[in-house]
């Protein structure tokens, strides 16, 4: 995928997520932050030349690289998606409980990523 088709796509996931309260479904919120996180992610390492638009990296944990050794400009943007992926790791796949602070907390993070690519 290129640039604009991953920012196209996080920005329709955004924009249903934004439809749904953070304590309505707290667990659907991370998990959909995460998928938008995906597409925010690649965006910045395409961008940045670390990987070509034909190579993507589902979540930081699966980088070719450590997000500390990722270009200066980048880490701030990768710091929060490690955070979204340590949510995602602790109220989505493991039976521990969610609450909408879980989500605020995941929204927190990627509108930390989205002003990385604006």
């Not at 920005?11 to 995906?38: E, F, H, Q, T, W």
């Not at 993507?56 to 980088?63: C, E, M």
């Not at 050794?69 to 949510?87: H, N, S, Y």
């Not at 989505?92 to 969610?98: D, E, L, M, Y």
Request: positive net charge.
């Amino acid at each position: 995928m290129t640039r604009d088709q991953h920012l196209a796509k996080a920005l329709r996931i955004v924009a249903s997520l934004r439809k749904i309260p953070p304590d309505a479904n707290p667990i659907c919120v991370i998990d959909g932050a995460v998928i938008a996180g995906y597409h925010l992610g690649n965006l910045l390492l395409h961008g940045a030349a670390v990987l070509p638009d034909d190579q993507h990296a589902n979540t930081p944990s699966k980088l070719p690289v450590p997000p500390s050794r990722l270009p200066t400009a980048i880490q701030p943007a990768f710091a929060a998606f490690t955070g979204l992926e340590k949510l995602r790791q602790e109220y989505v796949r493991s039976p521990a409980a969610c609450n909408a602070s879980h989500a605020k907390r995941a929204w927190q993070l990627l509108e930390d990523m989205m002003r990385a690519v604006s």
